[in-house]
């Protein structure tokens, strides 16, 4: 088994079909989201694949030590995650076809009007465990 992260962005990736921001979704529409994340990582925790996943608040700040004896620097010149990364879920799958195949299933989490968003999902492997690609 390997771990992989799905990231899932606010942009950075390429653009989603359906690509309305989640602030112009209606209530519904963010419920109805959310239940669809909420029952594929239910899915996941039965056949025993989900590890972890969470939702981020857009709210952020970048922290650096900046020396002894200094506060630490705060925020930067720099894009920040707090821009681009809207949450992200841990997978623990056999093989890397498989993560591919579940990030697709993912991506077609609905948006606006209930229409899949077929949003782009990076998929990283975690240190620490072999990658599972197959030729």
Known sequence: MAKYLFLKH?????ES???APMDQWTPQEVDDHMQYMN???DKLRDTGEFVSSQALRPEGT???????GKPPVTDGPFAETK?????????????YERAIELAGELSAAPGANGDPIHEWLEIR???????TITE
């Open 10 to 14: 606010y942009r950075g990736a390429p």
């Open 17 to 19: 079909v359906n690509s």
């Open 39 to 41: 029952d594929f990582a």
């Open 62 to 68: 970048f922290v650096r030590y900046d020396g002894e």
């Open 83 to 95: 821009d681009l990364i809207a949450g992200w879920m841990i997978i623990d799958v056999d093989t």
């Open 125 to 131: 492997a975690l240190m620490g465990n072999p990658m």
